[in-house]
């Protein structure tokens, strides 16, 4: 699901990457008064404004970003033996489209409600069925410390999320509205 950042988030992520309110302005094109307004959540910006203020902080901050900085964490999983009802139930309770699928807390493949419906427009009866019988590869993973740049590359190549594994454990997952916004 498509998540715009908060006021807090751009005001979070303009200080992480180290810019003042005037120099974000500049760079964005916009007015220092505006970025003050947004950060108070005073004014609702314009969506083509936003990304232009977005996309100023993402160029600033350039590959010093990495996997950990940008990941939300905790991660909603579901077990490979769950049935798929209960995967859909999480996915609309949650408002996500996608699940990593786990068994015994390792990551071994995906769900997602396009696969769902796909299964359903064949007419299948699948909500009893284990996620396992109609899950799809598992999302490519990295550590923290992976930059930003590769989990772009992965994002860019179609995959719709890349999961944050340290020691074996997930400890995070990255999607594109996460990249868009820099940080959560």
């Given at each position: 699901m498509f998540r715009l950042p908060t006021p807090e988030d751009v005001k979070k992520i303009r200080k992480k990457v180290g810019l003042t309110q005037t120099e974000l302005a500049e760079k964005a094109g916009v007015s220092q008064s505006l970025i003050a307004r947004i950060e108070s959540g005073s004014v609702d910006p314009r969506l083509s404004t936003l990304q232009k203020i977005l996309n100023a902080?993402?160029?600033?901050?350039?590959?010093?970003l990495t996997a950990k900085d940008?990941?939300?964490s905790p991660v909603i999983t579901i077990d490979s033996d769950a049935q798929v009802?209960?995967?859909?139930?999480?996915?609309?309770?949650?408002?996500?489209?996608?699940?990593p699928v786990v068994k015994q807390g390792r990551s071994v493949g995906s769900v997602n409600d396009q696969i769902i419906v796909q299964h359903l427009s064949k007419g299948q009866q699948i909500f009893q069925k284990k996620v396992e019988e109609i899950m799809e590869e598992a999302f490519p993973s990295v550590s923290p410390s992976t930059k930003i740049e590769v989990v772009h590359q992965l994002l860019a190549s179609g995959h719709s999320a890349v999961l944050v594994i340290d020691k074996g454990a997930i400890v995070g997952i990255v999607?594109?509205?996460?990249?868009?916004?820099g940080a959560r």
């Open positions: 902080m993402q160029v600033a901050n350039e590959g010093s940008i990941m939300f009802l209960e995967a859909t139930e999480l996915m609309r309770n949650k408002d996500i489209s996608q699940l999607t594109k509205i996460d990249l868009i916004s």
